[in-house]
């Protein structure tokens, strides 16, 4: 089951939107095209399809404040994420072997076009 908010071609798969500071982040599609929300913004009324998720790290192409208060970025882990850039392409990324484990500051400055 997911852990949040979760909508596929307009129907509800899970209707909880979740409240810890670490699902701050929700996908959504409107119209065929994709951006990156704060929860507190979302409204499922006005999405085709939705994914909550977080933390939310980065928004309008900076670094979301306070996020290093919430999780040690500098710890090395495997990391999945998905991004939207400037031009709306979607991006979805995981790491993998052999740079399967790695830090935050590691991954942006490994992103190219995306804005720390």
């Not at 909508?7 to 701050?24: C, F, M, Q, W």
Request: overall charge positive; hydrophobic content about 35%.
């Amino acid at each position: 089951k997911p852990l949040g908010y979760l909508k596929v071609r307009g129907h509800e798969i899970n209707d909880y939107i979740a409240t810890p500071l670490i699902y701050s982040g929700i996908f959504v599609i409107r119209s065929g095209k994709g951006k990156i929300i704060h929860r507190d913004h979302f409204d499922p009324l006005t999405c085709d399809e939705a994914l909550q998720a977080g933390p939310r790290l980065i928004a309008n192409g900076l670094c979301t404040q306070g996020i290093q208060n919430m999780i040690d970025f500098r710890e090395k882990a495997r990391r999945s994420g998905i991004a939207v850039d400037r031009k709306g392409r979607i991006v979805l990324f995981v790491t993998s072997p052999p740079s399967a484990e790695m830090s935050w500051s590691q991954l942006s400055r490994s992103s190219g076009g995306f804005r720390r």
